[in-house]
């Protein structure tokens, strides 16, 4: 808010600009503090004395190389044009066919596709700090529909009002990439279950979006579609969305989950969506990179098509496997009948028939042998 004091807005400005210049402005602010403690012209550095939202707001608009006054002057008109339609609608003044001439539609003071940040939200103060990309003016509600660009709200879409939007760099807008991710990979769409608190409870059959991973708490940092609220919860009670054409089924005697693919009956273990999200070895190619550089790897190996399957996938075929178990039952049969030793290798690679050794017949015992 601007002070209504003009002696006191010049001051506030001219202070601020000082500190902003300043090679460490935390410090030279404390010391201008300090220097000038209990002097009414200074009250504004004060957390409680007169004037400090707006030096605040000052020093906000100098970080980020905008002009102050006229911003704060317009939100001021805002507010007070607002005040008096809700005091308006309070004592039940309508002006509408009164013949008093209505205010003209104010043209946008953002543009479509400017960067944004967020300031000011009592109702949700998570908000603030955030970088917005504005989408539209919505005149009906006089408010500036924008999207979140990156963070923990990526993608989120709200309606606020100018007040709470500031003009801000390009440099400041929040990287996805330095949000730390978990097993199930950031932007996942999960499903909430389990939960058994009374006071979380609410939040089981709940959808949202996986934003990041908290190790120190060893929680996911969760997005709820019904609020935009951001919620911790233990990797128990999270699970991921399946794709179309995936049944999930649950091992009663292993006390796991399996999947099955109903179109090509493709059956595993690990959850389609984080497999297919997460490359394979991705995890390994990116924090054991330095690692790796002093290993030797054999370029021209022979690959086989299961060196690309994920553990305990692949295809399983009964009918195949009962068909090559009779061909060898056959062919040890042939060779018995021929006098040979037939051995089949577990690998498959060879086959091995081997003739019988003939044993030697022993001489029958007589009785003179035994006198002998």
């Given at each position: 808010p601007l002070p209504d004091n003009a002696a006191t807005v010049e001051k506030i400005e001219k202070t601020a600009g000082h500190i902003h210049k300043s090679s460490d402005p935390t410090v030279f602010e404390r010391l201008v503090q300090e220097k000038n403690k209990g002097s009414?012209?200074?009250?504004?550095?004060?957390?409680?004395?007169?004037?400090?939202?707006?030096?605040?707001f000052v020093?906000?608009?100098?970080?980020?190389?905008?002009?102050?006054?006229?911003?704060?002057?317009?939100?001021?008109?805002?507010?007070?044009?607002?005040?008096?339609k809700e005091a308006n609608v309070k004592n039940n003044v309508f002006t509408m066919g009164s013949g008093a001439p209505q205010p003209a539609k104010k043209d946008p003071t953002f543009k479509e596709n400017e960067l944004m940040e967020v300031l000011g939200?009592?109702?949700k103060p998570d908000y603030n700090g955030k970088i917005v990309r504005v989408l539209r003016y919505c005149a009906d509600?006089?408010?500036?529909?924008?999207?979140?660009?990156?963070?923990?709200?990526?993608?989120?879409?709200?309606?606020?009002?100018?007040?709470?939007?500031?003009?801000?760099?390009?440099e400041q807008r929040e990287d996805k990439k330095d949000m730390p991710e978990g097993e199930i990979p950031n932007g996942t769409r999960i499903e909430i279950r389990g939960l058994q608190s009374e006071s979380a409870r609410w939040m089981n059959g709940q959808k949202g979006v996986v934003v990041c991973w908290d190790k120190e708490?060893?929680?996911?940092?969760?997005?709820?579609?019904?609020n935009n609220d951001v919620k911790k919860v233990k990797p128990g009670n999270i699970r991921a969305e399946l794709p179309e054409g995936w049944e999930e089924h649950y091992d009663e005697h292993l006390s796991r989950y399996y999947y099955i693919n109903t179109k090509t009956q493709k059956v595993t273990w690990k959850h389609p969506t984080v497999a297919n999200t997460r490359a394979k070895f991705g995890k390994?190619?990116?924090h054991n990179a330095e690692e790796l550089d002093e290993v030797e790897v054999d370029e021209?190996?022979?690959?086989?098509?299961?060196?690309?399957?994920?553990?305990?996938?692949?295809?399983?075929?009964?009918q195949q496997l009962v068909k090559k178990v009779e061909e060898r039952e056959e062919r040890r049969l042939a060779a018995e009948e021929r006098g040979e030793e037939f051995d089949d290798s577990d690998d498959g690679m060879h086959q091995i028939a081997k003739k019988r050794k003939k044993k030697k017949k022993k001489d029958a015992t007589t009785v003179e042998m035994l006198q002998e």
């Open positions: 009414a012209d200074f009250a504004f550095l004060s957390e409680t004395g007169y004037g400090h939202d707006y030096y605040r020093r906000h608009c100098l970080e980020r190389q905008v002009e102050p006054r006229p911003l704060a002057e317009k939100a001021r008109k805002v507010k007070e044009d607002r005040e008096r939200l009592k109702n509600v006089d408010r500036y529909e924008v999207r979140f660009e990156g963070g923990r709200y990526d993608t989120v879409v709200v309606k606020l009002r100018e007040e709470n939007l500031m003009y801000c760099s390009v708490t060893e929680r996911y940092e969760l997005r709820l579609d019904v390994l190619q990116e021209n190996r022979k690959m086989y098509e299961v060196d690309d399957e994920e553990e305990c996938e692949g295809g399983f075929d009964l």
